[in-house]
């Protein structure tokens, strides 16, 4: 029958921040099958997938065993990596994982304080933390998966910051377009945009609260 393996899962101190200094965890349980064997790709070593899993040795070798080519198999042991066992098919309980909320430090344009917050999904925060696909069989051991960063670089975050100022100050030059409420619209989107790099220069960019973009003609 499959595991009921009690196992701690390492919270990062913010999400998207690979830094575990405080040391946070979230006690899960692990309830798949001891014995995992998974296929790994011969010259990067990512883990492709699982081909079969059994709760004893004897029952996956009398599983299936197909290999795809450029290939090797191996077998993982939940009981000794059970994260990653956990990570490759899901099969782990979390119970309820508390959400994450931080004060930015700054406020609105009514005067109240920004904050920001994260939904940790109960039963599939591993997946929150960790790239998708990413677990390795590298030197005959088990490696655990890459870190999830957020997806939108800061560069990236601000190429599109400055393109949404061309934007604003391309139509606010079609002065004959827009009502004096829509020009105001856009002028106050603007000068949000131009004060974000001195507003927020503390503030991850993924964590920064939008007003809402203003209607173009």
């Known amino acids: 029958m499959p595991m009921n393996k009690s196992f701690n ?27 995992l064997k998974v296929q790994y790709h011969n010259d990067t070593k ?14 996956l070798e009398a599983g299936p065993s197909a290999v795809m080519e450029g290939h090797t198999s191996t077998v ?63 030197n005959n051991a088990v490696v655990a998966p890459e870190f999830r960063s957020h997806a939108i670089t800061r560069d990236s975050f ?8 061309d934007q604003c100050t391309a139509e606010l030059a079609r002065d004959d377009v827009y009502t004096d409420e829509e020009k105001t619209a856009i002028t106050t989107y603007k000068t949000f945009l131009e004060g974000i790099s001195t507003k927020y220069a503390a503030v991850d960019h993924w964590k920064i609260p939008f007003p809402q973009f203003p209607d173009f003609k």
């Open 76 to 138: 993982i042991d939940a009981d000794s990596d059970t994260l990653v066992a956990a990570y490759l098919n899901n099969q782990y309980d979390t119970g309820e994982v508390a959400d994450y909320s931080e004060d930015l430090g700054t406020t609105d344009a009514n005067g109240d304080a920004e904050t920001w917050e994260y939904v940790w999904n109960d039963n599939g925060v591993i997946h929150q933390i960790y790239l998708q696909g990413t677990a390795k069989f590298e």
């Open 9 to 35: 899962i390492a919270i990062p101190n913010k999400p998207y921040v690979e830094d575990f200094s405080e040391n946070k965890v979230q006690a899960a349980t692990y309830t798949g099958h001891r014995y």
């Open 46 to 59: 990512y883990i492709a997938n699982i081909i079969n899993e059994a709760d004893s040795m004897e029952d």
């Open 158 to 165: 601000n190429e599109t910051v400055t393109n949404q100022i």
